[in-house]
């Protein structure tokens, strides 16, 4: 498979190009130059086939010379000691369970198979180095994911208000380690803005090998769609109508994910956009003008998102077949009172916990469901563990949230490496000084 800009058609590159570079030099976003029909190796696949093996079958399917069978199953035995859960509830809804990673996050998924594939790819290679933005949640993930990863150093950014957790000050660059938390006195968009300019600084990213680790590299995205296949096959022989899945969706990297599952040939009849109060994109969706609008706090607040990340790979999508689209996209806005009593009716029904993220997207697959034929049924995403927002969980359904000795043992506070303000120069500087 190769990979082309958003913004062109011409001059694709490999998989190990894409991920290694992050940007097109165009300024737009890498997607697939073509679709990969992957039905042969996945609709065989049974309900007793385990994670790291579809990740080991599609993978090289998908990666024709650059990953062959047998350094895909090395990448899928070294990413994942844990696999998505698909529990199904009832005849109309199933649950994906996303959490079960070591930081208790979806990203777990994509990051630890970047780490490994990255790791694979730069054997023989120079170094390379990993610069990302994070809120808190992503950069744990990006700590564990890459610690002790060889020939690759880890650069993690967070905004002033906002910090890292559960990193060991041994995982860092001058102790041996190869993790470099910077703090950076601004706002977490500002963050996202570094990253970007640092990889377009070509001189200094070629010089140490920059790319990224948040949802611009199509590395991280395109192996979050190898958990939509996995839901499928676990799901498959049970299915007597439609299936759709209802995504949480803040920068909507798990939607466009699954829309590639989708061109992969997973048989599937939509996908539900399930946001909280920003509604980022639903008037994109129904056909009209993308407008940002300024960001609302909310009590799902990894959907607090005003400009996805991803929009641009969403676009591209609706400009190749925007009347196609508009019948496998169906958006949902849910606000903050929908959200608790989504929380607590889910576990009336079902006995089961959800953090927000999940309750939006219950409460907007509910609301999309009555447009459907009897007998459909909607995979939800949990994407977060209900830990994490325990306070909330807590005073919608009156439970008491357990949390795994695992997320536990993260919530220390780590101190950064260097406080910087807002500036390329300040960021490049911070970076040579721990070396």
């Not at 009593?341 to 576990?347: D, I, N, S, Y």
Request: aromatic residues 10%.
């Amino acid at each position: 498979m190769q990979f082309r800009s958003t913004k062109s058609h011409e001059s694709p590159v490999s998989f190990k190009e894409a991920v290694l570079r992050c940007l097109p030099p165009d300024g737009g976003l890498y997607v697939p130059a073509s679709v990969m029909d992957m039905r042969q190796y996945f609709l065989y696949m049974d309900t007793e086939t385990s994670y790291p093996e579809l990740v080991a079958t599609v993978a090289p399917g998908l990666l024709q010379g650059e990953l062959n069978p047998f350094s895909a199953s090395m990448v899928a035995e070294s990413a994942f000691d844990f696999e998505p859960e698909l529990r199904q509830l009832d005849e109309t809804f199933s649950l994906l369970t996303l959490y079960n990673g070591p930081t208790g996050v979806f990203k777990d998924f994509g990051i630890a198979f970047l780490a490994a594939v990255m790791e694979e790819l730069l054997k023989n290679n120079g170094p390379a180095m990993i610069v990302s933005a994070t809120r808190g949640d992503t950069g744990v993930s990006i700590a564990n994911a890459f610690h002790k990863r060889q020939n690759i150093t880890s650069v993690i950014l967070y905004p002033s208000g906002s910090a890292i957790q559960g990193l060991d000050p041994a995982s860092y660059v001058p102790n041996g380690g190869n993790i470099i938390p910077i703090q950076i006195e601004g706002s977490f968009d500002e963050c996202q803005k570094l990253v970007k300019e640092i990889i377009r600084d070509r001189p200094y990213a070629d010089r140490y090998g920059i790319t990224s680790v948040n949802a611009i590299n199509v590395g991280r995205l395109l192996p979050q769609s190898f958990y939509f296949l996995h839901a499928f096959v676990k799901l498959k022989k049970y299915l007597n109508g439609d299936l759709l899945f209802s995504v949480p969706s803040g920068n909507f990297g798990n939607l466009i994910a699954g829309l590639y599952a989708w061109k992969f040939g997973m048989p599937v009849n939509g996908f539900i956009a399930a946001m909280n109060a920003n509604n980022a994109i639903g008037d994109f969706i129904r056909g009209r003008q993308f407008i940002p609008r300024p960001v609302k706090s909310t009590n799902s607040p990894a959907l607090d998102v005003a400009q996805p990340s991803n929009y641009e790979r969403l676009a591209s999508f609706y400009d190749e077949a925007p009347a196609v689209m508009r019948n496998m996209v169906f958006p949902a806005a849910v606000d903050n009172d929908d959200t608790v009593k989504a929380l607590e009716r889910f576990w009336k029904r079902y006995g089961i916990i959800l953090d927000p993220h999940g309750a939006v997207a219950y409460a907007a697959a509910e609301r999309v469901l009555s447009g459907f034929d009897p007998g459909s049924h909607v995979v939800i995403l949990a994407t977060g563990h209900p830990a994490k927002k325990a306070v909330t969980v807590t005073e919608a359904t009156g439970q008491t949230v357990e949390i795994p000795r695992r997320l536990a043992l993260l919530r220390e506070k780590a101190d950064p490496l260097a406080v910087i303000k807002p500036n390329l120069d300040a960021l490049e500087t911070a970076i040579v000084s721990c070396f």
